[in-house]
């Protein structure tokens, strides 16, 4: 895994590229590629390194991920009860079809706020 500053901080994988962002004071990690059993360990270490001790708030810009597996799901959820713990959210949005279809019939759609774009996931995190 590698890390390099620029907007945010990037994290490339093998498959995946997860970048940072800070907007309007809420964290924002935006995932392209493919999350699966191969990376989903290198997701979390991610998302953890993203989300450091305070923060509260996260929201997962999914617009350029093509693929999910249970595990990068898994990876998600533990995200979500993390900030939970912490009296935080976590809102996903822009759910490719193939995507959405995994939350959908996974029913992490009714755990997991989902959204049509990064505004309205935002919206919802900031409350």
Wanted: proline fraction near 2%.
């Amino acid at each position: 895994m590698e890390a390099k500053e620029m907007d945010g901080t990037v994290i490339d994988t093998q498959h995946a590229t997860f970048r940072s962002e800070q907007i309007d004071g809420v964290l924002v990690v935006n995932a392209s590629g493919r999350i699966d059993g191969n990376n989903a360990g290198e997701f979390r270490a991610a998302l953890d390194t993203f989300l450091g001790e305070e923060t509260s708030g996260l929201v997962l810009n999914l617009g350029e991920l093509s693929y999910i597996s249970s595990a990068g799901m898994w990876v998600i959820l533990l995200t979500s009860r993390k900030l939970r713990n912490r009296n935080g959210l976590l809102s996903v949005c822009s759910l490719s079809k193939s995507v959405g279809e995994v939350f959908s019939v996974s029913g992490f759609d009714k755990i997991i706020p989902t959204h049509s774009g990064p505004a309205d996931a935002l919206a919802a995190v900031k409350g």
